[in-house]
């Protein structure tokens, strides 16, 4: 594992993002979740000046559009910094890589802006992390890494009642089964839009009985990676640097566990002491 260890001692400004989506404080919710959507991204840098900046997250947009003072707000007349997370963590950029994951796992957080001279320069997720893996081509103990009994939902479960648990345990997707068998993801990202749908379409008398109406299976989705209990770091670091939210064992259609870009995280500090 020292070429492992090698990679982690990397500096973030090797591997970070240095052209992120960042949107200014003034512009409405509407326009923020539409970016987000339409990009696949899980977050937004938000700039209220010239070094001061929050962090917007679909959960965050989730917290606040299922808070009981929501329910008759215009989502026009929301701004993104009143979904923001402020003040926000960050990280040097001279800071090696191992630090940047010890942060993120702690805080529970995917996004750390990388900072240079009281700038921020660019920003480091756990995508650019894993992204940066993938020449490690190491064979990976499967059974150390995936969540064999994650959070999981029938298709006929209603969506409202899992939106919280979305938000508050930070969980970016959730499985659906019926029985043991596989049907579908639903994803933070799409919980977000499916709600932001309501809010936009819907009159504020209506939305509440609306949202409680939504089933998993009106949102889920039927595009997802799967791996076999044989994999490399490699390949799993490569599925999820395309932006896959987990990865799922699925053997004869049945679901066998997931992956979180948590939990290859956490495994690749456990290799490297």
């Known amino acids: 594992m020292r070429r492992l260890r090698n990679l982690l001692k990397r500096s973030v400004r090797e591997v970070m993002n240095k052209s992120p989506l960042i949107l200014k404080k003034s512009v409405d919710l509407r326009e923020g979740v539409k970016a987000m959507y339409s990009n696949s991204i899980s977050h937004l840098l938000v700039e209220f000046d010239d070094r001061s900046f929050g962090v917007v997250s679909e959960k965050d947009v989730i917290f606040r559009l299922v808070s009981r003072s929501a329910w008759r707000v215009n989502v026009s007349s929301l701004h993104l910094s009143s979904v923001s997370s402020q003040p926000v963590i960050t990280i040097p950029s001279d800071a090696e890589i ?17 900072i240079s001279e009281g700038r921020i320069v660019g920003v480091l997720t756990k995508q650019d992390i894993l992204a940066s893996l993938i020449s490690e081509d190491v064979p990976m103990e499967t059974e150390m890494v995936i969540n064999r009994r ?30 043991v068998k596989f049907l579908g993801l639903v994803t933070d990202l799409d919980a977000m839009y499916a709600l932001y749908r309501v809010y936009e379409l819907v009159p504020w008398e209506l939305r509440r009985e609306r949202v409680t109406r939504i089933i998993m299976r009106d949102v889920m989705r039927h595009t997802f990676e799967v791996i076999g209990p044989d994999v490399t770091i490699s390949d799993v670091c490569e599925k999820f640097s395309k932006g896959a939210k987990a990865i799922l064992l699925i053997q004869n259609q ?6 979180a870009k948590s939990d290859i995280l956490e495994y690749l500090l456990s290799k490297v002491g």
């Open 98 to 114: 191992e630090e940047a994951v010890r942060v993120m796992l702690r805080e529970g957080i995917g996004l750390l802006p990388v």
């Open 150 to 179: 994650p959070l999981s939902s029938g298709p006929q479960e209603r969506l409202i009642n899992y939106l919280v648990l979305l938000s508050k345990n930070r969980l970016s997707s959730i499985p659906i089964l019926e029985h």
């Open 254 to 259: 049945e679901f066998n566990g997931l992956i």
